[in-house]
């Protein structure tokens, strides 16, 4: 078996952007075949109510990240520990980094929101549960974002990693918050569809100044909504 070439991929309109990540290489090929790819528009009506509370459980400290810049218009902040987890029906996954997009990937009723930051986790067999919040604009800088921007530009203008200060459990801290489930994928190649999706309906609140120092990082770097193809999304 020969070995798959892996073409570089980017946001731009060049031939190379997310519309045309499916025709890229054969590995990055599910972007156009897949069934269950994501982000998608999740409608709050349609959405199935548990009838049950959602069986995970969150281990998170705080932690110091490395900011990186992986490519144009990504980048992503790395726990220097990997002592961060949850538990989702009884699975451990690790905490593995925090990024960003902008604008959000996820709509909610057919809307956009301004950002929208994702919490990966992985476990040893290769799934993954991202746990993804909104961001709208708001009059107060959000303290727990405070300096991530200026990490990244640290990267992006010197290539030398950041480092930030971030407690996930600040995220998390009421238990009665909303949130949207539902199986799907990556939304960066290869979009493999191994993703336990868990979207909060609440957004996080970020200045007008903290937006700004995002823009010049991560504008146009959300992947366009993908078909639902008869997924459930499940309320809890």
């Not at 309109?13 to 999740?42: M, R, V, Y």
């Not at 932690?63 to 990504?74: P, S, Y």
């Not at 990966?120 to 067999?125: A, G, I, K, Y």
């Not at 609440?202 to 200045?207: A, C, G, T, Y």
């Amino acid at each position: 078996m020969g070995i798959q070439q892996i073409k570089q991929w980017t946001y731009k309109l060049d031939g190379t952007g997310s519309t045309d990540w499916g025709d890229l290489c054969e590995a990055f090929a599910i972007a156009k075949t897949g069934l269950a790819q994501s982000p998608i528009n999740i409608e709050r009506a349609d959405a199935l109510t548990a009838v049950s509370v959602l069986p995970v459980t969150y281990h998170y400290t705080n932690l110091t990240f490395d900011c990186e810049m992986k490519g144009d218009r990504v980048f992503h902040a790395y726990p220097q520990e990997n002592t961060n987890y949850l538990t989702y029906r009884g699975v451990k996954y690790h905490l593995t980094n925090w990024h960003m997009h902008m604008p959000s990937e996820h709509q909610m009723d057919g809307f956009h929101y301004p950002l929208e930051g994702h919490l990966v986790h992985t476990n040893e067999q290769g799934g993954v549960i991202v746990r993804a919040f909104f961001m709208k604009i708001g009059e107060r800088d959000n303290r727990l974002l405070a300096g991530l921007a200026e990490q990244w530009q640290l990267a992006q203008s010197e290539g030398k990693k950041g480092s930030w200060q971030f407690n996930p459990a600040t995220l998390i801290a009421d238990s009665r918050e909303t949130i949207y489930v539902y199986d799907g994928s990556l939304t960066t190649p290869p979009t493999l569809e191994c993703v336990t999706w868990m979207v909060r309906k609440r957004p996080m609140i970020i200045s007008h100044e903290q937006y700004t120092a995002f823009v010049n990082l991560l504008n146009g770097s959300n992947r366009p909504v993908q078909p639902l193809n008869g997924r459930i999304v499940s309320k809890y």
